[in-house]
């Protein structure tokens, strides 16, 4: 079928994800089918326990759906052995966490390059200067040889960042990369994240509750209880998202009160 559109970058069609623990079975995502558009900023939008992070998750191949299928460019991902999905982590996806998981006993400068050394190999000429871009531009050139202990928490958000930027993934995702930073440091790591959009065909998909970081994105989906519910492709504002944000709030007290 050809539609004129290009290929999705990522694509989920009917995905649920059951967690069952405790007896007690929580639906965090609810047959969900998305499709992720190549070289745009996405944002994801959505109450606490809506399912982002699971959303997020199940799209990097770091969790396995309950049912449905997870495409990254032509590549279905569900079904694949766990040393196939970690070799495709490794290569071709960015992940920056909504708890940064940078490890402790290694430096900003270490940490940033560990992709590198998971697959085995030195960054080229090429990458390097990539590498000391990003790093300047997030304010990180004065602090490569601390440990992230030494680091405030916008500063570790920001190696975390860099580290997720390096390889130059085919997707980045991001799960509220700003939720730790001042106005200012969200503000660069914002305008980093939109230039790898423009200049480099980065695609990213970007989980945050803040209109203001959202407004920057290409499309904004809206979740609740586990499945996209609307969506803002154009007019995006930090006004219109809060409106929808509003909207969505006030629906959901109707369906609480009923
Ligand atoms: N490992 C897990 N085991 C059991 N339940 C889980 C697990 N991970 C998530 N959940 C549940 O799934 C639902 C969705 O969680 P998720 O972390 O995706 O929400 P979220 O939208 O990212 O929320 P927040 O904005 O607070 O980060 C929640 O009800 C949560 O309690
Ligand atoms: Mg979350």
Redesign the pocket.
């Known amino acids: 079928m050809t539609t004129g559109l290009p290929m999705p970058i990522a694509r989920l069609r009917e995905v649920s994800k059951v967690?069952d623990?405790s007896g007690a079975a929580?639906t965090?995502l609810n047959q969900v089918s998305l499709d992720i558009a190549p070289a745009r900023l996405t944002a994801v939008m959505?109450?606490?326990?809506?399912?982002?992070?699971?959303?997020m998750h199940v799209l990097a191949g770091l969790d396995r759906p309950t049912s449905g299928t997870v495409h990254l460019g032509e590549r279905k991902i569900t079904g694949l052995s766990d040393d196939e999905l970690t070799a495709l982590r490794r290569r071709r996806i960015g992940f920056v966490f909504?708890a940064f998981n940078l490890v402790p006993t290694l430096s900003v400068k270490e940490n940033v390059r560990l992709p590198f050394e998971l697959d085995d190999r030195k960054p080229n000429a090429e990458e390097r200067a990539w590498i000391s871009t990003i790093v300047g531009r997030l304010g990180l050139a004065d602090r490569l040889k601390h440990r992230p202990n030494e680091l405030s928490g916008g500063q570790q958000q920001r190696t975390a960042i860099a580290r997720a930027l390096a390889t130059r993934p085919d997707i980045l995702f991001a799960d509220?990369p700003t939720g730790n930073l001042d106005a200012r440091s969200g503000r660069e790591v914002m305008s980093i994240l939109t230039e790898a959009v423009a200049e480099f065909g980065q695609s990213i998909v970007l989980?945050t509750?803040d209109p203001i970081v959202a407004a920057h994105a290409d499309r904004v989906i809206f979740i609740a209880d586990?499945t996209p519910v609307t969506e803002l492709n154009e007019g995006i504002t930090a006004e219109a998202i809060a409106q929808v944000m509003l909207e969505l709030d006030e629906r959901a007290d109707s369906v609480v009160n009923r």
Do not use: R
């Open positions: 967690f623990s929580v965090a959505g109450p606490s326990g809506s399912g982002k992070s699971t959303l909504q509220e989980v509750h586990g």
